[in-house]
């Protein structure tokens, strides 16, 4: 049974940048919500997709942004990289979001 | 304020010792309850999952969540060297999926 798988691991971008970063649920789980982990810090939440809609959404910028498609899996696009975005991209699948949500190994940002 | 606080430790014990982790919270609001484990260089593993007021065991971990006082403790006994990792606390309310965490807890546990 595969959990939530993430790509890539690892990303170096510079300022001004663009970014999509990719997630595939755990098998059966059709909800995915997305945060964002500075170093020494708890995760932060973005935003969740549900039925390919945006359904909740945290205290990020709209230069964040993301889509589901069909078979659950999930993008998280950032543009106009800031040196502040370095950061580890976690994604977070569940069974319709009223259940522990289960986390993937993120993707590590590096903007220079 | 944060919502939630967690002393970032580090944590260090010796093998065997009983591990205890807090969390307090601001929110009375917050109804979902849990423990996540994560190494380094590595995503958050759920650990423990409780809903409202009590305590659940789950093999050498018990989780209690004491709403009154805002107040959620994670208890490991005979701890391992390879408990050693950050522990977030995280909850949620019964509206939202947002789950709010903890800064973490690094523990540490030596031979």
């Known amino acids: 049974d595969a959990g939530v798988t993430q790509s890539p691991t690892h990303l170096i971008k510079t300022r001004g940048q663009q970014v999509t970063l990719r997630c595939s649920p755990k098998?059966?789980?059709?909800?995915v919500s997305w945060y964002q982990q500075a170093l020494g810090q708890g995760p932060q939440f973005i935003f969740q997709?549900?039925?390919?809609?945006?359904?909740q959404r945290g205290n990020f910028p709209d230069r964040f942004s993301g889509h589901q498609f069909p078979n659950y899996s999930s993008e998280l696009n950032v543009n106009a990289l800031l040196l502040g975005d370095s950061a580890l991209y976690l994604c977070?699948?569940?069974?319709?979001?009223?259940?522990?949500?289960?986390f993937g190994d993120g993707t590590r940002l590096s903007i220079l | 304020q944060k919502e939630v606080e967690q002393d970032p430790g580090p944590l260090s014990v010796p093998e065997g010792a009983i591990v205890s982790l807090n969390c307090t919270y601001s929110n009375s609001a917050f109804q979902y309850f849990m423990w996540y484990r994560q190494y380094s260089r590595k995503g958050p593993e759920l650990l423990m999952y409780t809903y409202s007021s009590g305590n659940k065991e789950d093999g050498r971990f018990t989780a209690q969540v004491d709403k009154s006082s805002k107040y959620i403790s994670l208890f490991i006994r005979d701890s391992q060297p390879s408990d050693s990792a950050t522990y977030l606390c995280a909850m949620r309310r019964v509206d939202t999926d947002k789950l709010i965490f903890g800064t973490g807890t690094r523990l540490q546990v030596f031979p």
């Open positions: 997709y549900y039925e390919e809609e945006e359904r």
């Open positions: 977070a699948s569940s069974l319709d979001g009223n259940q522990p949500q289960h």
């Open positions: 098998s059966g789980h059709d909800t």
